[in-house]
């Protein structure tokens, strides 16, 4: 009996002829998660992500060197600024003037346009000026100044100190590009679980079409003989129609089977990129005996796992942010410091284009706004403070998931033995019905449901070996990220 249960095995676990066609695709685990990595748009999203945050992370680095601004420009005046004008009447020569538009006197006049000219920087005296106007002067004439003018400068400031924000800001666009890197990190790790579990799911349903096609082989030489019994008399057509039941039985989920390892197929194949293939698709089967195929995971403490994992990683970049934050608002309110040069051209004094340059300094102390800014230091050291709060708490979770890993990977691991045992106990129950049934001392009904029972063990143990795979390709990415950098 021993050795009958054993050929039923092994015919159960012989791998179905696979297609030898050159152009049959064949995907493995290791093939699927490759594609998907390289397809799925989660990880080019993800990948733009970190560019994106590398180069915030460069432009930020550019608050250290010097701002080089170009500034031109045009203006034309309704009024002039300085208008002069003098007239002839009855011998008498009077002089008027404007300033912007409104007549001031000479005294006025003089004043105004020695402060212009000191300010333009031309060394002139404007009562001479005048003077020299009014002895020129024949019948009538005007003096027009400041009307329209261009000018163009380069100007070059170079921050000194600036309250800490560039070199904060500098950092916490650092921090950002870490945090996208482990969102890049997390994305993968997601990607490849969900195309490893595709994966198994995929096989796993063909494994049992595996197992309903050889139930079906079963129940069609079983059908030709009670058939051959009912022709001879010995048996009535009740067993006949039992077992035609069942068959129909079959039939139907091998349907279902058919249509299920179709979609997942299709689904697949979507994931990992990869278009609707004409050519037929080889899988991997799966690994029922092969004793390292099965290998437990190794231990890794709880509390090492989850500080070494990608998302408690994460949760100590959010506190770092959320103090650089608090650095960036109070620097909002210290001293601004810079220096610069500026040089340049400009007609605005009715001459040609002159060249001019200057060095400066500038310093710039907030005063008030301390009222504001000690409001956002606050709350930025309340975000820091909840920032502190969810990473305790986490890394709490964070231990309790990888010990809940290794739980669950652990008794999937234990339940294939037992799972292998009820499959070998089923095969035994069926070649002991089937001789009491050729011996007349069991009914059909028994014998059916011995056959469902090895399929149904046999599926079992499908099912608790591909949960394996998954729990145990899981718990290595939660154990392992540790070691990444």
Not at 174 to 195: C, F, I, T, Y
Request: glycine share 4%; net charge negative.
């Amino acid at each position: 009996m021993k050795a009958l249960s054993l050929i039923l095995l092994l015919v159960l676990s012989v791998p179905l002829c696979a297609q030898t066609v050159s152009d049959t695709l064949h995907l493995s685990p290791d093939s699927c998660v490759a594609m998907a990595l390289r397809n799925q748009v989660a990880i080019k999203n993800a990948a733009l992500d970190l560019s994106a945050a590398r180069e915030t992370r460069r432009a930020a680095f550019t608050q250290f060197f010097p701002t080089v601004a170009l500034q031109a420009g045009y203006f034309k005046a309704q009024h002039p600024l300085i208008d002069l004008s003098a007239s002839e009447n009855k011998d008498n020569l009077s002089l008027s003037a404007a300033f912007d538009g409104h007549p001031i006197t000479a005294e006025e006049t003089e004043r105004l346009l020695q402060q212009l000219l000191d300010l333009l920087g031309y060394e002139v005296s404007a009562s001479e000026l005048v003077s020299r106007f009014t002895d020129r002067l024949s019948v009538d004439a005007q003096l027009q100044m400041l009307d329209h003018g261009a000018f163009a400068n380069l100007t070059l400031t170079q921050p000194l100190f600036a309250g800490g924000r560039i070199v904060n800001g500098n950092r916490l666009a650092s921090v950002g590009a870490q945090a996208a890197s482990l969102q890049l990190d997390l994305s993968r790790d997601e990607v490849e679980l969900n195309a490893y579990t595709l994966y198994w799911q995929i096989v796993s349903l063909r494994e049992k079409q595996r197992t309903l096609r050889h139930l079906q082989r079963m129940l069609d030489t079983l059908s030709r003989d009670v058939s051959a019994a009912v022709d001879a008399g010995v048996t009535g057509r009740n067993d006949l129609l039992k077992v035609q039941i069942k068959q129909n039985e079959t039939t139907v989920s091998a349907l279902q089977l058919s249509n299920g390892i179709d979609l997942a197929t299709r689904a697949l194949c979507q994931y990992i990129g990869v278009p609707d293939p004409e050519s037929p698709i080889a899988f991997d089967t799966l690994p029922l005996f092969t004793p390292s195929a099965s290998l437990p995971p190794h231990y890794i403490d709880p509390a090492v796992a989850a500080q070494g994992s990608a998302e408690s990683r994460l949760l100590t970049l959010g506190v770092e942010a959320a103090r650089l934050q608090k650095l960036m608002a109070v620097g909002e309110g210290l001293p601004t410091l810079a220096v610069g040069a500026t040089y340049g051209y400009n007609n605005i004094a009715h001459t040609p284009m002159r060249p001019n340059g200057l060095l400066f300094a500038t310093l710039s102390v907030p005063l008030t706004a301390w009222w504001q800014n000690a409001h956002q230091i606050r709350k930025n050291e309340f975000q820091r403070q909840k920032a502190e709060n969810t990473r305790a708490d986490m890394q709490q979770q964070l231990a309790l998931r990888a010990l809940q890993s290794w739980n669950q990977t652990s008794e999937a691991y234990a339940l294939i033995a037992v799972r292998r045992l009820g499959m070998e106990q089923a095969a035994d129950n069926l070649v002991e019905v089937k001789n009491h049934f050729d011996a007349g001392m069991t009914s059909m009904t028994e014998l059916l449901e011995a056959y469902t029972l090895l399929s149904q063990a046999r599926n079992q143990w499908v099912d608790q070996v591909i949960d394996y795979l998954i729990k145990s390709k899981r718990h290595t990415q939660l154990t392992s990220n540790q070691f990444k950098n």
